[in-house]
């Protein structure tokens, strides 16, 4: 993972936290979740204050997701909420971030100023023992607590306030006056600056969820959909009327529901020659066939000549594997215009040809189950299914680590909008 972390595939885009005042806050938040009090001098943090170097130091990289739900998030800057969510157990957990960070903007400018938020992204479960218990999160709230208990302070002072102004004798209770006096030390004026979240609970949408080997969970007005292992508790169990389920290994009734739902944007010469995605998927496919008939293979599948030289010496192997010979029938097919007749492909052909509607809400994690089924793909795994892409990179060959973080390096890193907008057609 050395080779990843430096060339920032994996913790890239953290915040440096070196200033002794955050490093103080953050040591405030870790034993409010009765942890120790254990960050040095200087370390990094995501969008919800993971940061590796203090899973290191605690020995437990789920030191902030403890159970995979009811996540805990730490937060000293507002800068945090452009940076990536590094790993969690939901797909959503950076949306709901946003979702808290843009409803309570000025709330968590307010506090960041002298003390650290941190709290839980609270569930109705405490441990998701079967599928059931998924479903059962509609929605989530956020528990929002601070290290030196400035919006605990402010709502005293609110009630304080208020009792001053409607109580008419309480002008004379000196105790009272003294202890506003001190409670506005701290906090301010809080006509100036609420200091109290006005918005705390957040609707909890499509997902994938890690558990039971990797679930999703879509969401329509009609019902849900449900899509995992027909082996994991509780699938098929619940709600026969409103619930649907998919087994992960049955491609051909996934393809149907994202085609019916209006979830995947079909084959179509339009998009497919504007994108190069044909293109894109033969130079990843070509790549994987080169370190798979030699391991110290050195590929430029995206050379036209390399790709030449390499079919002309490994023709059997390619015709072979097959997969080749559909996408060069996909591309001649999109150079003269052809219209894709989707009876005379297979399923797998059409995960191949086959992007998530970039206009649609789920596109993300629609493109996230497609690169499931295309493994070789490793540049649409990296940049929608991390922990997949960090999977099969434990498995790889050491020239073939640094063949995969060079490519992408180079062709997603240095323009990831440009990147998805040509390829996956949306820029976020």
Do not use: C
Request: aromatic share 12%; net charge negative; glycine share 6%.
């Amino acid at each position: 993972m050395k080779r990843l972390e430096q060339s920032e595939l994996i913790y890239g885009r953290m915040m440096r936290v070196a200033e002794p005042h955050l490093v103080e806050r953050y040591n405030q938040a870790l034993t409010g979740f009765g942890l120790k009090a254990i960050a040095p001098d200087s370390f990094r943090i995501d969008m919800v204050g993971f940061s590796p170097e203090i899973a290191e130091l605690l020995n437990d990289p789920l030191y902030l997701d403890p159970n995979g739900v009811n996540r805990r998030f730490i937060i000293l800057s507002p800068q945090q909420m452009s940076l990536p969510v590094v790993n969690s157990a939901f797909s959503n957990t950076g949306q709901l971030m946003h979702q808290f960070f843009d409803a309570n903007a000025r709330v968590i400018n307010a506090l960041t100023v002298k003390d650290v938020v941190y709290g839980e992204i609270d569930d109705p479960i405490a441990e998701a023992r079967d599928i059931e218990d998924l479903l059962a999160i509609e929605q989530v709230e956020f528990k929002v607590f601070t290290g030196a208990d400035l919006s605990g302070q402010a709502v005293e002072l609110r009630t304080l306030t208020d009792r001053l102004l409607k109580q008419p004798d309480a002008w004379r209770d000196d105790d009272m006056l003294n202890r506003m006096v001190d409670l506005a030390r701290s906090t301010g004026d809080i006509r100036a600056n609420a200091l109290v979240p006005e918005e705390m609970v957040f609707r909890h949408n499509t997902f994938w969820s890690s558990h039971f080997g990797g679930v999703y969970v879509f969401m329509d007005d009609d019902g849900t959909t449900v899509i995992g292992d027909s082996e994991a508790p509780g699938f098929r169990r619940s709600r026969p009327w409103q619930v649907s389920y998919i087994d992960a290994k049955d491609d051909e009734r996934i393809y149907e529901f994202l085609m019916r739902s209006g979830r995947v944007e079909l084959p179509r010469p339009g998009w497919l020659a504007r994108s190069g995605y044909v293109e894109h998927r033969i130079a990843m496919l070509l790549t994987r066939l080169a370190f798979h008939a030699d391991d110290d293979a050195e590929p430029d599948a995206f050379d036209s000549r390399w790709q030449r030289n390499f079919l002309a010496k490994n023709q059997k192997m390619v015709d072979r594997e097959g997969t080749y010979k559909f996408l060069r029938w996909a591309q001649r097919a999109v150079a003269e215009f052809e219209n894709f007749d989707l009876r005379e492909i297979d399923t797998r052909g059409r995960f191949l040809l086959s992007r998530g509607k970039p206009e649609h809400a789920d596109a993300w994690l629609v493109n996230r189950l497609i690169s499931e089924r295309l493994p070789f793909d490793f540049l649409s795994r990296y940049v929608f299914n991390k922990p997949a892409f960090y999977k099969d990179y434990e498995a790889f060959g050491d020239d073939q680590r640094e063949h995969v973080v060079d490519v992408v390096a180079k062709t997603y890193l240095g323009n990831k909008r440009g990147f998805r907008e040509r390829l996956f057609g949306f820029p976020d």
